[in-house]
């Protein structure tokens, strides 16, 4: 059995032994730090999805389900009173992004990323332009979000493949810098570098960590990533959570795992 199907094994074990012992609803406020992405490829799925965890209050809209069906699905989301993350993830120049970004806005979602990577100008473009689109629509300004580098990249790969000559967490934090210095709202980042970000950039800097792996879980394709208790221990002020949930066997009972993880860990930082 290799490393991954042990893992998930082990999931499916934890997953059944918990189940009869959980209560049926989450009376609690952790679950609406976790945002849940909508990995799908057509309307019916992400809805269904949606509807088999009602106490999610955050769902992610990603290129996948975007890219199959458009905006309608925004409307879905919005029509039941969900905050949305439209994580299209931006990297173009300034012209073009800023006329997604304020695109984007207009549809009154809550966050929107963009690749700090665009660099200063695009990034500062990128802001006004969504606060022009929301104002334009009447609907209050999304908080737009730098990614500093994807979760999925390790040191190795940065330094061999992308030949970026800095440490991975100094990186990651000159990007997140950089967000906050063009007037963005915070950076996405990964668990392992939330805390040194959360130093450096301060309390009212958003840091919205993907890359979150309870200890039952496989990583898949995630290389940099802690436990949803770590990540928010260490400063994360929401946890993407997606694959652990959505491919769980029951995902009601994996969401309701990690909302007791959450709690308990959020008393200990209290
Ligand atoms: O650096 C990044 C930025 C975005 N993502 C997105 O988050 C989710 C993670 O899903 P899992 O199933 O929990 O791995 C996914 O939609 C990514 O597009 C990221 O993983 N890393």
């Known amino acids: 059995m290799s490393n991954q199907e042990s893992a998930d094994f082990i999931g499916l074990i934890l997953t059944v032994k918990f189940a009869n012992l959980l209560p049926q609803n989450i009376p609690n406020m952790t679950i609406d730090k976790v945002i849940v992405p909508l990995d799908v490829s057509s309307q019916a799925d992400a809805i269904a999805l949606i509807e088999t965890l009602p106490q999610v209050t955050f769902w992610k809209v990603g ?3 975007f890219v199959s069906c458009g905006p309608q699905i925004l409307k879905q989301l919005k029509q039941r009173n969900k905050r949305i993350f439209l994580d299209l993830k931006f990297h173009d120049i300034p012209n073009t992004v800023a006329g997604a970004c304020r695109a984007a806005a207009r549809y009154g979602v809550d966050l929107i990323t963009i690749h700090a990577t665009a660099g200063k100008v695009a990034l500062k473009a990128a802001q006004s332009a969504a606060e022009m689109g929301a104002n334009e629509a009447g609907v209050p300004v999304p908080k ?6 994807l979760t999925s990249l390790n040191a190795r790969e940065l330094a061999l493949d992308l030949k970026i000559p800095l440490e991975l967490p100094e990186y990651a934090l000159q990007m997140a810098l950089l967000g906050q210095e063009c007037g963005l709202a915070g950076a996405v980042c990964s668990p392992q570098e939330v805390a040194q970000l959360r130093r450096t950039c301060g309390d009212d800097f958003l840091l919205v960590c993907p890359g979150v792996r309870p200890s039952w879980a496989s990583k898949g394709d995630q290389k940099r990533s802690l436990t949803p208790s770590e990540a928010l221990k260490a400063g994360a002020n929401y946890l993407v959570i997606g694959r652990p ?9 994996a969401l309701k795992l990690i909302s007791q993880e959450l709690d308990a860990a959020e008393k200990i930082v209290k």
Request: glycine share 0%; proline share 6%; aromatic share 0%.
């Open 144 to 149: 737009l979000i730098a990614i500093s580098l």
């Open 63 to 65: 290129l996948e389900l």
């Open 245 to 253: 949930i959505t491919e769980a066997n029951n995902p009601m009972t």
